[in-house]
């Protein structure tokens, strides 16, 4: 049994492919176009899955899209009455998917006749809970889905047990935690898609000082609702302005927040204008009344269901810092958050909402992990450094066993490199968890700067995370809850703060990404023999990529290696060191010394 998921027509577009009740690959169609967020139909991601699971696309059985145009028809239609511009915006986006048989014929040049799988609309926040239930490891759960908006809902909560998800209720258009984080977000002066996590970071800095008139903005209500004062918003009115049908542009949202929200909290900042004070106390105000509203829902989700487990999905799933407090402050004991919890994970969750749902057929898979995406073999890794890296580039190639790989690459950590590190298959999800990662020593207090200046070149307030191995979470960390996907944030113990300072924010807290001996071994084995040469079993762990996409293939992982001041990379088994001359302060940017025909 062939079936495949597919996120289309949306940001964040994927696809994934489960085979007998198993996920055998999952990726977004970004690592592969190179385009940030990427939308349309992701037929390149669909190819690398089918090759995957050695199928094509005429022996998949069932297809899945995360759409159901049927879905609260009602509120649609009067709103379709009261915004025609925006009714013609969802009906363009519905006739795509009304037509995703014939396109997906046309991408792989066959006859539509051919294409014998059943397509099955499933609506967004189901698969979004199918997405977090049924790959979690838990028998019985409550699941909760929150995002902006999708099939005129932004959230959905419901029991899980068995391979059955019961949904108990809904939050419907136009009120929207997701949307509310959007629009304040935008006001904060950061205006590209998928900036949220910027603001959750920023909040660190300030102090919630206007909590007050936060609570004027969105109300939790009696029966997990809640409720925005529209008064401060525009897209109930005008609907929020969305581009996102085409794969080759990042997406663009139109202005969500109203002149009135202006006059509540003051002027909003200009993208070009410097952080002040004022605006990290509103970001701190801001993700406190995120997590007030967020905290009541789930507290009380936990009385109607009375389980002890939880499952996530949903954009508002990865506010790590809420979802840290979960644990803290909620009776749910186990949370669990897949890697790819935002609209990336529609795929995954049609699909099993398909084999579960639909078929009826029991649950036998757990995502333990999240290296589902493309790996490359020895040989082709081999291939890519004798293309892009000439002699006298001054670069020093060495090829190692893994023993004698990881020790190298340990003793370069510790001597304070900054190392990029490409093993095994790309992680599903925004997360880079050690296959496509940049390492560093977070020993050094400056590391997070020397980080920013040499490589990431993003803004200073955001943290960079600790990987750190998972039976040594309890001795710095004052929860050891597994972190394995980084959706997490916990408080760092006082007395070891100082011996981690690269990856503790301000507030003493940090992501951190719990590495497992079983799930991921390699990278285990990494921080492992860094932390016998140092006493520390973490490293600053971020994603590979250099205001991009994170890399996918090795090609990439070069061409982001010699034109930063990386130090180090290691790549299958080899390691890759510039000269100290090469990485100099005045030395040119490096350009990929490529020798193609």
């Known amino acids: 049994m062939i079936i495949l998921g597919i996120n289309a027509y949306h940001a964040n577009a994927s696809a994934a492919i489960v085979v007998d009740g198993q996920l055998i690959a999952a990726a977004e169609e970004e690592r592969f176009n190179r385009v940030k967020y990427a939308a349309g139909l992701p037929v390149q991601a669909i190819r690398y899955c089918l090759a995957e699971a050695g199928a094509t696309l005429a022996q998949v059985d069932h297809i899945a899209t995360p759409r ?17 511009r925006f009714a013609i915006e969802r009906a ?10 014939e396109e997906l014929a046309t991408a792989f040049e066959m006859d539509p006749v051919a294409i014998r799988g059943a397509f099955h609309r499933i609506e967004h926040h189901v698969a979004h809970l199918a997405s977090a239930y049924f790959v979690s490891p838990f028998d019985r759960a409550a699941v909760l889905s929150v995002d902006g908006l999708g ?11 068995g391979s059955a998800i019961s949904p108990h209720g809904a939050t419907s258009f136009p009120h ?11 006001y904060l002066g950061f205006w590209k898609f998928g900036d949220e996590y910027k603001v959750m970071g920023l909040a660190a800095y300030g102090t919630p000082q206007f909590l007050d008139a936060f609570r004027k903005i969105v109300r939790a209500d009696a029966g997990m609702k809640l409720s925005l004062n529209l008064d401060y918003f525009t897209h109930q009115t005008q609907g929020p302005e969305m581009t996102w049908r085409d794969a080759g542009t990042t997406p663009v949202l139109g202005r969500l927040y109203s002149e009135r929200l202006e006059k509540l909290l003051g ?18 105000s801001m993700q406190a009344r995120l997590e007030e509203v967020l905290l009541e829902h789930v507290v009380e989700l936990a009385a109607r269901t009375k389980q002890k487990a939880l499952c996530l999905a949903g954009g508002v799933a990865f506010n790590c810092v809420a979802n840290g407090k979960m644990l803290e402050r909620t009776p749910f004991e186990r949370i669990y958050v897949q890697p790819a919890a935002g609209d990336a994970g529609l795929s995954v969750g049609a699909a099993f909402a398909v084999e579960h749902t639909i078929l009826g057929r029991p649950r036998a898979f757990v995502m333990e992990h999240a290296g589902w995406g493309p790996g490359f073999s020895p040989t082709q890794i081999k ?15 060495q090829e190692l066993n893994e023993d004698a790989l990881v020790d190298a690459a340990a003793h370069e950590l510790a001597d304070g490199k900054i190392l990029g590190w490409f093993q095994g298959r790309a992680e599903w999800g925004p997360r880079a968890l050690g296959n496509r990662s940049i390492l560093a020593d977070p020993r050094r207090a400056e590391m997070k700067d020397v980080l920013n200046q040499r490589i990431k070149h993003r803004e200073m307030f955001r943290p960079f995370a600790p990987s750190i191995l998972e039976e040594a979470t309890g001795e710095y960390f004052e929860r050891t809850h597994p972190s394995p996907f980084m959706t997490f944030a916990y408080s760092v113990r006082p007395e070891k703060r ?11 807290t940090a992501r951190l990404q719990t590495v497992s001996r079983r799930t991921n071994p390699l990278y285990w084995k990494l921080i492992h023999a860094f932390g016998d040469r140092t006493g520390v079993p973490v490293v600053v762990n971020t994603s590979f990529n250099d205001n991009e996409p994170i890399v996918c293939r090795p090609e990439e992982a070069l061409d982001c290696f010699l034109r930063t001041r990386m130090d180090v990379l290691v790549m299958g088994s080899f390691v890759l060191r510039k000269s100290a001359a090469v990485n100099a302060d005045d030395a040119p940017v490096q350009t990929p010394a490529r020798r193609l025909a």
């Open 68 to 84: 159901n145009p049927w879905a609260r028809m009602g509120t649609k239609l009067r709103y379709a009455l009261r915004m025609p």
């Open 92 to 101: 363009r986006v519905m006739a795509r998917f009304s037509g995703i048989k």
């Open 151 to 161: 099939d005129f809902a932004s959230a959905m909560w419901a029991d899980g047990a």
């Open 176 to 186: 929207s935690l997701g949307m509310y984080y959007t629009a304040l977000t935008q």
């Open 267 to 284: 002027p909003a900042r200009r993208a070009d204008e410097p952080v002040e004070q004022r605006h990290r106390d509103l970001a701190a």
């Open 383 to 397: 291939h890519a450094i004798d293309e892009r890296v000439a002699s006298g580039d001054g670069v020093e190639i």
């Open 498 to 508: 100082a011996s981690i300072p690269a990856p503790t924010h301000v507030d003493g």
